[in-house]
């Protein structure tokens, strides 16, 4: 019984985790795929923090983390990435994924095509530069994306 406890500890203690960073759920594009689930042999979460790194508050959640010995997704905005380098080099030496959030974290509404694809390629090249690092994933910043070509769409596997 003792370890059923404890996977019920860290479960609690990650979906406390997770309802920390939970702000709001924006709004998705019928002609966008998401993926909402996917079929495992085991129970399994993903996590994910949006925005960072936070010189502060990212350094905690990584020692939560490595606590319960959890990996997660960190999508990083390129102008936190410049402003704290050793923060985000440390989520990535913790062998945890790094996904593009965009440089300036605008809306995408707010964004024509050329501009987003502008802003996704400065984090993907601070990323680079810095740790030669490309993610493959990028999660978007709110906005439909129906107004952006289906290429557009495609260059990113976007969640």
Partial sequence: MKARGTAHARFAGLLALILLWVWNVPAVSAETEVYRSVQTDT???ALTFDDGPHPHLTPKI???LDRYHVQATFFMVGQNIVNYPDTARAVLNAGHEVGNHTFSHRHIRLLNEGFLNDELGK???VLEEL???RP???ARRKGPLHNLS???RRRWIIL
């Fill in 150 to 152: 289906k290429p557009a």
């Fill in 43 to 45: 129970m399994q979460i």
């Fill in 131 to 133: 740790y030669e690092y």
């Fill in 62 to 64: 990584l020692e939560i």
């Fill in 123 to 125: 984090c993907e090249d």
């Fill in 136 to 138: 493959h994933l990028s």
